[in-house]
């Protein structure tokens, strides 16, 4: 069955500190990894997705598939990015497009 | 372009009873996918709908029903609610099944069971 890890609830970093937000998964097969994040007052929206290997807010994000993880990076932490961040996958396991979510972690930029 | 829409906001409900909550898509897009977000956790895959049918389930019991229109909005109905049915209830409409394309989330309708 599938699976999405995020180990971490909550992590602070300072503000230009670089971050880290682990992610790992279990799944049989080619899955496809997203990032999903949520700021304060804000609906939950997509940040980045492996298959495109974009960088979007000055973060990236690389699919190990040895390790079996996403994680989500930035160099320089801001304020802004302070929010909820969940890692997600999909595939044929789960159905088409539907998305298997982790527990997510919270970020907090601290100035 | 409002996005995905839901309606209600917010919704206080009774063990026992039936509740419906309303998803209008993104225009463009004509695939509803529906998920339960409880308190702490990530969101839960519900249902998905395209082309007016079922099109995939997740881990849920029949109390948990739903429709798609022809305009392609849709509709989650809850039957029999517990207590344990409290969560945000997401809606997220994409283009197309099956297709991995991006999906684009409501602001939810928050249930709570008394």
């Known amino acids: 069955a599938q699976r999405v890890t995020q180990p971490e609830k909550l992590l602070s970093v300072f503000k230009g500190a670089p971050v880290e937000l682990k992610c790992n998964y279990s799944y049989s097969g080619s899955p496809e990894l997203f990032w999903y994040v949520q700021y304060s007052r804000q609906r939950l929206q997509l940040l980045l997705r492996?298959?495109s290997r974009e960088s979007i807010k000055g973060f990236t994000a690389d699919l190990n598939k040895g390790e079996t993880s996403f994680h989500l990076k930035k160099p320089f932490a801001q304020e802004e990015d302070s929010a909820m961040y969940y890692c997600?996958?999909?595939?044929?396991?789960?159905?088409?497009?539907?998305?298997?979510f982790g527990t997510g972690t919270r970020l907090t930029v601290i100035p | 372009d409002a996005g995905v829409t839901q309606s209600p906001t917010h919704l206080i409900k009774t063990r026992g009873q039936q509740v419906t909550l309303r998803c209008s898509p993104k225009s463009g897009h004509d695939t509803v996918s529906w998920y339960q977000q409880a308190l702490g956790q990530g969101p839960q895959f519900i249902f998905q709908y395209y082309e007016e049918e079922e099109r995939q389930r997740g881990n849920f019991p029949d109390r948990f029903s739903g429709h798609q229109f022809p305009n392609y909005s849709s509709e989650l109905n809850v039957n029999a609610l517990l207590l344990g049915d409290s969560a945000l209830y997401l809606c997220?409409?994409?283009w197309g099944v099956g297709l991995n394309q991006p999906q684009h989330f409501g602001d939810g309708t928050r249930l709570s069971i008394l």
């Open positions: 997600a996958l999909s595939g044929r396991l789960t159905g088409a497009n539907n998305l298997f």
């Open positions: 492996h298959i």
């Open positions: 997220a409409s994409s």
